[in-house]
């Protein structure tokens, strides 16, 4: 009874709502799968060619610390996978949750073969290898927190229970490993691993998000104590993992340090499902403030893990910035027509040939060439960047064809102004003989006779 209850609110969808995802009802989901869509990647994009020479320069209990972090991962993602295959996608009927859901499947696929070539990269040894690829039979600390998350698959709980499983795994249980491979950023080594857990920290934060979403969709959400004991066996589970995979204290990374950090992990998390906190804990790493999963250096200057594909988030905009397009592209128009009419102006005085204009009016246009040239490349580029590329595509090539044609003109009547002589009655072309390089004979002056 408690299960069906909890799942009123997702599934009191009509079956023929289903072919029509487009039909928006829900828009705070279809915008979380809309980013996650924006935010898709392949471990092609990850080079690991760095990553070689710092292993080799990492300590025996790093390397043993990494190795179980990423076993945990290659792990884990299979058991989320399983979870929304053969659970959630069955029970939550909204179109728009199980878009997300279906993309979320593709995505930690991507997870499970970046952690694969991970270990296949680092670990050079065949038996270390294949025992951290079946780390769920081979290591213990793994194979308990593999045990509690495949619990909720199988589990006869309420589904409003189950979501609060899978969202303490993917936001309390990743948390210290992502926390330990951001620890190596900060010291610099491995730029290839940190960049890969930039990108899989991002989708798994977006993941917990949407289960939060979800779960404050439920018409009879749980107890707050239910939620607390969950949580808190989340914690203990990640607790005992980070001791075990942290046997040895590290420079500035120990297991009292990181069993803080999941604390204050698993208190945000609680906020975010609408309850109180359970451990009051402020972060113990200072810097992991500025590795935001929302990450906000700009990926055209520095290539990082806030890479979303162009234009996916762009077209989930509404109107206004469309309008806002729209007027920008008559602006463009109106510097287009105001440029040609300084061009207009500045012929008659360039014709005139004073002397004082001429260089001048040589320069405007000079300048303007620049100026033009710029806006064209500019527009050149937006066509590549823009969200709503497609949409004004033909609207981007006239006003590029505008500037450049703009850009000759101006080119044009720098070349006639410069042989325009001083007067500006004649264009001042020299003159010579067909038949010699020599200057013209002079002419004697004849004067009229004395009367």
């Known amino acids: 009874m408690c299960c069906n209850s909890t799942q009123v609110s997702l599934r009191h969808v009509a079956t023929s709502r289903l072919a029509h995802c487009l039909a928006v009802r829900y828009r705070d ?18 080079d690991l060619s760095q990553d070689i020479r710092d292993w080799e320069k990492l300590s025996d209990d790093e390397r043993h610390f990494i190795m179980h972090v990423l076993a945990f991962f290659a792990a ?53 290898k294949d025992k951290m690829l079946r780390a769920i039979q081979t290591v213990p600390c793994v194979a308990k927190k593999a045990e509690w998350a495949q619990r909720w698959i199988g589990s006869g709980s309420s589904f409003a229970e189950r979501l609060v499983g899978f969202a303490c795994v993917e936001g309390i249980h990743f948390s210290g490993s992502f926390c330990a491979i951001f620890w190596l950023k900060k010291r610099l080594l491995m730029p290839g691993l940190t960049f890969s857990n930039e990108l899989v920290s991002r989708d798994e934060g977006l993941h917990t998000d949407f289960a939060c979403l979800l779960y404050s969709l439920l018409q009879h959400p749980l107890d707050q104590a239910v939620v607390h004991r969950i949580v808190r ?47 009051h804990t402020a972060n113990p790493f200072d810097w992991m403030e500025m590795i935001s999963l929302q990450g906000k250096t700009n990926f055209f200057e520095r290539r990082v893990g806030e890479y979303q594909r162009a234009g996916v988030m762009g077209r989930a905009l509404n109107s206004v910035c469309l309008e806002a397009c729209r007027y920008y592209f008559g602006l463009s128009w109106w510097t287009i027509w105001f440029e040609f009419f300084i061009l207009l102006g500045t012929i008659p005085v360039g014709i005139m040939g004073l002397r004082a204009w001429k260089p001048a009016v040589m320069a405007l246009l000079a300048a303007n060439t620049a100026l033009t040239m710029i806006q064209a490349d500019s527009w050149l580029q937006t066509k590549g960047l823009d969200p709503y590329y497609g949409l004004f595509e033909s609207r981007c090539n006239v006003l590029i064809s505008g500037y450049v044609l703009l850009s000759i003109f101006n080119v044009l009547l720098i070349i006639v102004l410069g042989f325009i002589d001083e007067e500006g009655t004649k264009i001042s072309v020299p003159q010579q003989s067909a038949y010699s390089n020599s200057p013209p004979p002079h002419t004697v002056p004849t004067y009229p006779p004395r009367g």
């Open 29 to 46: 989901i279809f915008e979380m799968y809309k980013k996650a869509v924006a935010s898709f990647w392949t471990v092609e994009e990850v």
């Open 76 to 128: 884990s993602d299979g058991i989320v996978m399983e979870n929304l295959a053969v659970r959630f996608m069955s029970e939550v009927q909204i179109p728009e949750a199980r878009a997300f859901y279906g993309f979320q499947i593709a995505i930690e696929n991507v997870h499970s073969e970046m952690y694969s070539l991970l270990l296949e990269h680092y670990i050079r040894d065949v038996e270390q």
């Open 233 to 279: 066996e989340a914690v203990d589970l990640e607790h005992e993992f980070c001791c075990e995979a942290l046997s040895c204290a590290l420079v500035g990374m120990n297991a009292q340090l990181m069993g803080q950090y999941i604390n204050y992990v698993a208190d945000r998390l609680l906020v975010a499902l609408g309850c109180d906190k359970l451990y």
